[in-house]
């Protein structure tokens, strides 16, 4: 289990950028982990996904404006979100969790972070 601290967040005009940091307290070299987010009524969102071998995912509401990283000697996940959008304000958070075989499939995140609030105003 790691325990994992979102950075970043904050208030941006339509069309800003913002960078999210996540930072591990242990080795995730070999998890999969992702940024989600959740605005207030609607349903968690996977945002964006690594895993082991850096295969990334993005959703479609994202792609192409939002770029996943990580920096494995800092055990630190990074989102940089360009061209922010009103709907793109939520709280987001990371997570992390085993992937299951190989390659590995991540299915389960068994660990999470507090969040930190993204706010796009017009």
């Known amino acids: 289990q790691v325990q994992l601290v979102e950075s970043g967040g904050g208030s941006v005009q339509v069309g800003g950028s913002l960078r999210l940091s996540c930072t591990a307290s242990?080795?995730?070299?070999?998890?999969?982990m992702a940024w989600f987010r959740q605005a207030p009524g609607k349903e968690r969102e996977k945002v964006a996904g690594?895993?082991?071998?850096?295969?990334?995912i993005y959703a479609d509401s994202v792609k192409d404006r939002f770029t996943i990283s990580k920096d494995n000697a800092k055990n630190t996940l990074y989102l940089q979100m360009n061209y922010l959008k009103p709907e793109d304000t939520a709280m987001y958070y990371c997570?992390?969790?085993?992937?299951?075989?190989?390659?590995?499939?991540?299915?389960?995140?068994?660990?999470w972070g507090q969040g930190t609030q993204v706010t796009v105003s017009s």
């Open positions: 997570a992390a969790g085993n992937g299951l075989g190989f390659p590995p499939a991540c299915l389960e995140y068994t660990d």
């Open positions: 242990g080795y995730t070299y070999s998890m999969c």
């Open positions: 690594i895993d082991s071998i850096r295969r990334i």
